[in-house]
């Protein structure tokens, strides 16, 4: 089976839970026999890993004609795919986009991020889907987010194949409910279009069911799970205080995550004790919001702010950490608690969040219950019988959540839509 897939993001190269989980699901899939996956993202940067699958970079995707030569567009594109693929795809350019601003081998470039032009990116990508599905041949259409929605209807719209979507996330967990209607109007014109629609908890499913109005027959749960540390992440030695405990949340700082929440339930730890240090690590719109209300709180001095972690980095902190703390107002998923018990760290989650609905040997506190919160960080911190059973029982719950499990379920779905696709 040949499956197209869109995404923004892949491993190494990534700002959050969206690319972790694209590299999880791909790698589970790709155990499934007979299965070929080819990964559309905006911009590779080179060192992604291919053994698997393999990647197109939309911003070597020609849309408008130019004569280069093979040495030239190997130069230039090589380190990350096959130039004949360059070639074969200029063969199928479809309209004249010589409008279009693109660059010396007619192909439009992408930031590979989130910049501020980010609906124009997302536009242009859909155009570029429809030369890639002009040109490749497969069975099935995947879309992760609503960012790669419009490609996916495209390719559809080209091929005649089944659209599948992923909803890693809706605008109603991103806004707290604020919406913003022109994402409103592309998530929801993705499902509309989409023949079968993945959610990546149930709590997503009922938000797709009842406030994008769709059929629940075509809306299915299909869980995030969790890769198997490799090697050098396991081997990670860090060296503890035995007189501090670190208390950690790590995450975007936005108003999703409930970061005021964790520093008021800091607050009310910090009264009862002082041996405590509270990291908050990674970036957002909310950062100097959270600086500031620790230090009104009179906390400045156990908290810390170490900015955005990635790789290594968030294991080191993880390994650091003595207890682990999720408090999302609306979170679709959530890897990171999963990421944190694989390396033995006591986790407290948000009852408003997916990975709650499959794991047991963790806290969980409604997210704007600080009282609750800090009583189960103080207790942690302070019980040593709850740490340990928190510590073991944690790993091996979160070491059976596996990605191939969910690529015998992905191949099962997609089975389930080919099967009644056009009837």
């Not at 992408?110 to 242009?124: C, K, Q, T, V, W």
């Not at 041949?137 to 490609?151: C, R």
């Not at 600086?291 to 009179?298: H, K, V």
């Amino acid at each position: 089976m040949k499956v197209l897939m869109f995404g923004w993001e892949f491993p190494p190269h990534i700002l959050g839970g969206l690319g972790t989980a694209s590299y999880g699901l791909t790698h589970g899939l790709a155990q499934q026999e007979d299965m070929e996956i080819t990964f559309c993202i905006p911009k590779p940067w080179g060192d992604e890993d291919q053994s698997f699958l393999r990647i197109i970079g939309m911003n070597s995707v020609p849309i408008v004609w130019r004569d280069v030569q093979w040495d030239y567009v190997k130069d230039r594109v090589g380190h990350y795919m096959d130039p004949q693929l360059y070639y074969d795809l200029r063969d199928h350019i479809y309209a004249d986009f010589n409008y279009m601003h693109t660059n010396d081998l007619g192909c439009m470039e992408f930031s590979g991020r989130y910049p501020d032009n980010l609906h124009e990116e997302i536009n242009n990508y859909s155009i570029v889907a429809g030369v890639v599905a002009r040109q490749q041949q497969f069975d099935i259409i995947h879309s992760h987010d609503w960012l790669t929605y419009p490609a996916g209807i495209h390719a559809k719209q080209v091929s005649g194949k089944p659209l599948v979507i992923h909803v890693h996330a809706t605008d109603f967990d991103r806004s707290r409910g604020n919406v913003n209607p022109t994402v409103y109007s592309i998530e929801k014109n993705g499902m509309d279009h989409a023949d079968c629609i993945m959610c990546v908890s149930e709590l997503t499913r009922q938000t797709v069911i009842h406030k994008y109005y769709q059929d629940p027959r075509k809306v299915f749960t299909m869980h995030n799970a969790v890769s198997p540390l490799p090697k050098e992440i396991q081997d990670i030695q860090v060296k503890k205080n035995p007189k501090e405990k670190i208390v950690t949340f790590l995450g975007r700082i936005t108003m999703q995550k409930g970061p005021e929440y964790f520093v008021e339930a800091a607050a009310m730890v910090l009264n009862r004790t002082r041996n405590i240090r509270f990291v908050m690590a990674g970036s957002g719109d909310m950062m100097n919001a959270m600086i500031r209300l620790a230090a009104e709180r009179g906390i400045a001095d156990r908290f810390h702010f170490p900015g955005f972690m990635k790789g290594k980095q968030v294991y080191e902190v993880l390994k650091m950490s003595d207890v682990y703390i999720m408090p999302s107002v609306s979170e679709p998923f959530g890897i990171s608690p999963l990421e944190a018990m694989q390396c033995c760290v006591p986790t407290i989650i948000s009852k408003q969040s997916g990975c709650a609905e499959i794991l047991s040997k963790c806290i969980k506190t409604d997210y704007w219950d600080i009282h609750a919160m800090a009583d189960a960080i103080h207790s942690i911190c302070t019980n040593d019988s709850l740490y340990e059973y928190l510590r073991d029982e944690g790993k091996k719950e979160v070491d059976s959540i596996v990605w191939e499990k969910v690529g015998v379920k992905i191949r099962a779905l997609y089975e389930q839509v080919l099967k009644n696709y056009g009837k």
